[in-house]
């Protein structure tokens, strides 16, 4: 079936350092595909998605992009603040009306100053 | 900005009881889900809701759960007879088409 992999760390980084988490997925047709954000203690954010085949999702300084050729959407930041620390989660959904998001098993980031 | 909400966001309760979780979608959306993660796992498909009947539900999504959406409103998610597993994080998400689904805080269930 459907299903997203992404490296699950924990990720440990100095401030002001870059970020790459990454991300494949395995899908029967074309998906839409996400990054969600968990801050600690709150919900499930949307950070960013891409719908088709090289397009660029990006938000708040992380960009990714679906690369079909290599199924993967890795999320990537310049250069990381201590307010990123959180859980990423990457996710897909296919594109019909009603169908449910499939999550990979989040990366938790944590950025020391 | 137009949010998912839900309550309780904390919901403690001793196995056997039924618990009834509140969400309410953003407003003009048509899709309705409901979502858990276990602490430390990953997060769970349970129930899609569309046009008052439910689309699609995983296998987690047993005779135990029931959802409703009792007014224009409001969606909710039945547990009748508590367990132990159910002791989750209950994330409640809508979306107006068949693209992005957004999501509420969460409502954590304690089964004791």
């Known amino acids: 079936g459907d299903s997203v992999t992404q490296m699950e760390g924990p990720v440990t980084l100095s401030e002001e350092a870059f970020l790459t988490i990454n991300c494949t997925y395995t899908a029967t047709g074309y998906p839409s595909l996400f990054w969600y954000v968990q801050y600690p203690g709150e919900g499930l954010q949307l950070l960013l998605k891409?719908?088709?085949?090289?397009d660029k999702g990006s938000n708040k300084g992380f960009e990714a992009t679906y690369r079909k050729e290599t199924t993967s959407f890795h999320l990537e930041k310049g250069s990381v603040q201590v307010s990123d620390s959180a859980v990423y989660f990457c996710?897909?959904?296919?594109?019909?009306?009603?169908?449910?998001?499939?999550f990979g098993p989040g990366t938790s980031l944590s950025v020391i100053p | 900005e137009p949010e998912v909400t839900q309550t309780p966001s904390h919901q403690v309760t001793q196995m056997g009881q039924e618990v009834i979780l509140r969400c309410v979608p953003i407003s003009n959306h048509l899709y309705f889900y409901w979502y858990r993660q276990i602490l430390g796992q990953k997060v769970e498909f349970l129930v899609s809701f569309y046009n008052n009947e439910i689309s699609e539900k995983s296998e987690i999504f047993d005779d135990q759960f029931s959802v409703e959406r009792p007014d224009g409103s409001n969606f909710t998610l039945k547990i009748r007879s508590t367990k132990l597993e159910d002791s989750a994080m209950y994330f409640c998400?809508?979306?107006?088409?068949?693209?992005?689904?957004?999501f509420g805080p969460g409502t954590r269930l304690t089964v004791l």
């Open positions: 891409a719908t088709k085949a090289d």
């Open positions: 996710a897909l959904k296919m594109k019909t009306s009603y169908d449910k998001v499939i």
């Open positions: 998400a809508s979306s107006p088409a068949a693209d992005t689904q957004y």
